[in-house]
């Protein structure tokens, strides 16, 4: 069978395709409801990451941007600061 170099590339990279394009739909939804939330989406995603590896599987809830933003407004959680990343 003789396929052309289009057809081998779409076939060889279309895991990788579909998957850039989930990552996207992802980082859209986060961003869109961290704006929701008056919240600079970088900074917010910069303090999750953070927090992710020693926060425990049972209050991850906590760490959406609604119940995020509350706990700081309470005081219940020190948004930690992201540097002289570009905001």
């Known amino acids: ?13 279309s895991p990788a395709l579909g998957e850039a394009e989930a990552a996207a739909g992802w980082y859209t ?3 869109s409801a961290a704006k929701l939330q008056g919240l600079v989406p970088g900074a917010y995603l910069y303090d999750v990451f ?3 590896p020693s926060w425990p ?3 991850v809830g906590e760490l959406m941007p609604l119940n ?3 706990a700081v ?3 219940t959680l020190e948004p930690i600061e992201w ?3 570009p905001r």
């Not at 069978?1 to 990279?13: Q, Y």
Request: with cysteine; charged share 25%; glycine share 6%.
């Open 73 to 75: 407004e309470a005081g």
């Open 1 to 13: 069978m003789n396929r052309s170099w289009w057809s081998a590339a779409r076939t060889t990279c």
């Open 50 to 52: 953070k927090r992710l």
């Open 83 to 85: 540097g002289d990343f």
């Open 29 to 31: 939804l986060v961003q």
């Open 57 to 59: 599987a049972n209050r």
């Open 68 to 70: 995020w933003r509350l």
